[in-house]
């Protein structure tokens, strides 16, 4: 098993930046194929950003693309989302979740998942 804790989350104005960070414990990352999700109050949880076991392919949702980034530090088995350009609509509790059997975009094929960080922005 992997343990997964968000942390980077808070308020931020709009055009502002914020970097997530997602901590992994038990297992390395570099078994998973790791994704970002958020959810807005009154919303179904969203695919954001996933990157794939090797840390050569990466994959976004339209509305992020060139604004976010996913990365990752194997050696500090540690995930990151990038946020730039923040708009209030991106305002969502962010979600990191671990695929054992390849990176998706839906999330019922995550195994492991975090406890979510707010991403507040301001208009």
């Known amino acids: 098993q992997v343990q997964l804790v968000e942390s980077g989350g808070g308020l931020v104005q709009a055009g502002g930046s914020l970097r997530l960070s997602c901590a992994a414990s038990?297992?390395?990352?570099?078994?998973?194929?790791m994704g970002w999700f958020r959810q807005a109050p009154g919303k179904e949880r969203e695919f954001v950003a996933a990157?794939?076991?090797?840390?050569?392919?990466?994959d976004y949702r339209d509305s992020v693309k060139g604004r976010f980034t996913i990365s990752r530090d194997v050696a500090k088995n540690t995930v990151y989302l990038q946020m730039n350009s923040l708009k209030p609509e991106d305002t969502a509790v962010y979600y990191c979740?671990?695929?054992?059997?390849?990176?998706?975009?839906?999330?019922?094929?995550?195994?492991?998942w975090g406890q979510g960080t707010q991403v507040t922005v301001s208009s």
């Open positions: 979740a671990a695929d054992s059997s390849g990176y998706a975009r839906s999330a019922t094929w995550y195994d492991y």
């Open positions: 038990g297992r390395t990352i570099s078994l998973y194929g």
């Open positions: 990157i794939n076991r090797s840390g050569g392919s990466t």
